[in-house]
Each structure stands twice: as structure tokens, then as C-alpha cells.
């Protein structure tokens, strides 16, 4: 069983910046596509960025340039940087996996981390 545990989470002003970290248990990290999605109450769950174990990297449009998708293989750990953030990232941010090469990794979820951007 696969665990992910997001923290990073918090309130921010407009044009701020946050990093979200999400550590995983197991032995495979390093085989396992990790990405971040957000969900606003009210909005369905939508894809923010992926990264595959390559490095390969997808992003949603909405947070080209401004956000960063990275992982730590050694510490089973991916982040997520995101700079000049407005208020409409105010989301639950919620960490995903999948095994394999999966550019919108849906199989593991952690339990979300809220993201607020307000003045």
C-alpha cells in the first residue's frame, strides 16, 4: 500500500509564493509517476502538473511558467513550487501517484493540503 502525506499548505497573498512537499512510503518511488491536482468547492479535480520517473514533466496551462513540478528519488518525495500565485489557485491541493509512466497519475491520493490566496 502506497502512502502519500502532503504538507506545505497555508495562506499566502497574491503574487506570493509556496513550496507543497509530498513524502511517500514504499520501495517504489523511483518507478512511480507523481503529480498534483486541485479542487475548488464547487469544481471538479483537475490536473496542476506531473512528473514521470524520467522526469518528464505536464502541465496545466493555467500554471505554465508560474509553477514547478520536482522530485527527490532518494528521499521518495515530490514538490511543487509555485511562484506568483493569484486567487484563483485558492484549492485543496492533493498529491497522486501511479506506477509506470502516467503524465495524470490517479492511482494513490493523499488527503489534500489546503492552498489559500488572499489579501
Known amino acids: 500500500q502506497v502512502q502519500l502525506v502532503e504538507s506545505g499548505g497555508g495562506l499566502v497573498q497574491p503574487g506570493g509564493s509556496l513550496r507543497l512537499s509530498c513524502a511517500t512510503s514504499?520501495?517504489?518511488?523511483?518507478?512511480?509517476?507523481m503529480g498534483w491536482y486541485r479542487q475548488a468547492p464547487g469544481k471538479q479535480r483537475d490536473l496542476v502538473a506531473a512528473?514521470?520517473?524520467?522526469?518528464?514533466?505536464n502541465y496545466a496551462d493555467s500554471v505554465k511558467g508560474r509553477f514547478t513540478i520536482s522530485r527527490d528519488n532518494g528521499a521518495n518525495t515530490v514538490y511543487l513550487q509555485m511562484n506568483s500565485l493569484k486567487p484563483e489557485d485558492t484549492a485543496v491541493y492533493y498529491c497522486?501517484?501511479?506506477?509506470?509512466?502516467?503524465?495524470?497519475?490517479?492511482?494513490?491520493w493523499g488527503q489534500g493540503t489546503q492552498v489559500t490566496v488572499s489579501s
Open positions: 514504499g520501495s517504489i518511488f523511483s518507478i512511480t509517476s
Open positions: 497522486s501517484g501511479a506506477r509506470g509512466y502516467d503524465l495524470r497519475p490517479r492511482d494513490y
Open positions: 512528473i514521470a520517473p524520467s522526469g518528464r514533466t
